[in-house]
Nanobody, 116 residues
Framework: QVQLVESGGGLVQTGGSLRLYCAAS????????MGWYRQAPGKQRELLAI???????TYVDSVKGRFTISRDSAKNTVLLEMDSLKPEDTAVYYC??????????WGQGTQVPVST
């Protein structure tokens, strides 16, 4: 079974930047799309950004213009570049893969606390 491993999380100040990496144990081209979710304390997990096999990307409004998702099929990695971070971005961030319709493969998550 494919494994997704996130890295790059850590404490960052308001207005700062962070790069989150997702490394897959198999070719990411087998998935229709790769995505990043987050779950803040006491809140539901929310989908932030998607990049399809063809390279098309979409974002939730709260991160549009601040976050950028990209994929490197040669390295089987997915990157989430986060700029202008806010305290409300504090959450555990998860990488996920969608085979057809369902997001059926998940990483273990990486914490991103944003200090005021």
């Amino acid at each position: 079974q494919v494994q997704l491993v996130e890295s790059g999380g850590g404490l960052v100040q308001t207005g700062g930047s962070l790069r989150l990496y997702c490394a897959a144990s198999e070719r990411i081209d087998r998935f229709a799309a790769m995505g990043w979710y987050r779950q803040a304390p006491g809140k539901q997990r929310e989908l932030l950004a998607i990049v399809t096999r063809g390279g098309y990307s979409t974002y939730v409004d709260s991160v549009k213009g601040r976050f950028t998702i990209s994929r490197d099929s040669a390295k089987n990695t997915v990157l989430l570049e986060m700029d202008s971070l806010k305290p409300e971005d504090t959450a555990v961030y998860y990488c996920a893969a969608r085979t057809v319709v369902e997001w059926d493969t998940w990483g273990q998550g990486t914490q991103v606390p944003v200090s005021t």
